[in-house]
């Protein structure tokens, strides 16, 4: 039987969790959104479903909570109140990675099953976050008497289903926030600093940047990040460290603080793969100095 699928958020998630299903075999049922145009706009994008409201979740197999992080319980509960006299069996899950299964406490309703499926991809619009589903992960939290279902949706979505045990989410969720929004942000300061560096044409500094990080990460996944490390902290060349961060205190004073913090997390990699005690040492008094460039100015 196709799976009935109604999504509660019709944003970046939401709509492209939509776009997938309505290709796949499963039954989209439309979307719950917070005001009737944006439901509506995103049943045009889909070209199924139509603008639900919250009564209308009793019917799905599976009803997707894909709203923002502030809403979530609340919505729960209001879909809850909604519900409430249909009791009909199904799956409740949300899109969350910051919370896990204690957004639904409460709602124990005989038949009615409660997950996560996390995708892990970015969002930045639907149509992106669509092609980044193909082959991602979907972190999957819940019961043995939910989790075949969320395999089959993580399916259905394109995504490779990993199940998970609670953990600690919120610590979870910063490691997912730094790995995807951090590297974005990293490689706009990479640009800035290339583009500011000059000598080079825009799209050959963007080859360098791109070239870098990806080799970075496969480094990292192929040898493990402490062996994959290189460059002047893991040589112990705190001459070289220090002459960076001059550099970058008279040209872009706001890149000093992220310069030293990824460089001491580096140190730390350094010295766990045998980086000698006082060149570590000196990395170190290189990276708490004041640079040069930034004598008589506050570059944090
Ligand atoms: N973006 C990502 O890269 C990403 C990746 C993985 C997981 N997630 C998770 O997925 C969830 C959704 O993220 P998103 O990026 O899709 O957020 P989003 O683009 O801000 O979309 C949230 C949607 O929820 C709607 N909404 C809010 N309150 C509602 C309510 N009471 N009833 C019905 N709809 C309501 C909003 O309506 P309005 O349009 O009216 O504001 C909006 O359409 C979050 O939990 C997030 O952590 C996001």
Redesign the pocket.
């Known amino acids: 039987m196709a799976l009935r699928v109604a999504i509660?958020?019709?944003?970046?998630?939401?709509r492209a969790f939509g776009r997938r299903l309505a290709r796949q075999r499963a039954t989209l049922l439309g979307f719950?959104?917070?005001?009737q145009a944006?439901a509506a706009a995103a049943v045009a994008g889909c070209g199924a479903g139509r603008a639900l409201s919250l009564a209308d979740l009793a019917a799905a197999h599976c009803v997707v909570f894909?709203?923002?992080?502030g809403?979530?319980r609340?919505?729960v509960a209001?879909a809850a109140a909604a519900t409430a006299a249909a009791g009909r069996p199904g799956l409740w899950l949300?899109?969350?990675?910051?919370f896990g299964l204690e957004v639904f406490a409460g709602l124990a309703r005989p038949g009615l099953r409660f997950g996560a499926l996390?995708?892990v991809?970015?969002?930045p619009d639907e149509g992106t976050?669509e092609r980044a589903m193909a082959g991602a992960p979907a972190v999957l939290l819940g019961g043995p008497d939910g989790l075949p279902l969320l395999r089959r949706l993580a399916r259905l979505l394109g995504l490779v289903p990993i199940a998970a045990g609670p953990g600690d989410r919120l610590l979870y969720h910063a490691a997912c926030a730094l790995a995807a929004n951090g590297l974005t942000a990293l490689r706009a300061l990479v640009d800035e600093l290339l583009a500011a560096a000059g000598g080079l044409a825009p799209a050959d500094a963007a080859n360098v940047a791109a070239a870098l990080l990806q080799g970075a990460l496969r480094g990292s996944a192929e040898l493990g990040p402490a062996a994959a490390l290189s460059g002047p902290v893991r040589r112990g060349d705190a001459g070289t460290v220090a002459a960076h961060l001059g550099a970058l205190a008279a040209a872009a004073p706001h890149a000093v603080p992220a310069y030293r913090a990824l460089m001491r997390a580096a140190l730390d990699l350094a010295v766990g793969r045998g980086l000698g005690a006082a060149a570590a040492a000196a990395v170190a008094r290189a990276l708490e100095a004041t640079p040069d460039g930034a004598r008589g100015a506050d570059c944090g």
């Open positions: 509660v958020g019709p944003g970046r998630v939401g719950v959104g917070r005001q944006s894909a709203v923002g992080d809403e979530l609340d919505c209001a949300h899109t969350s990675g910051r996390h995708p991809a970015p969002f976050g």
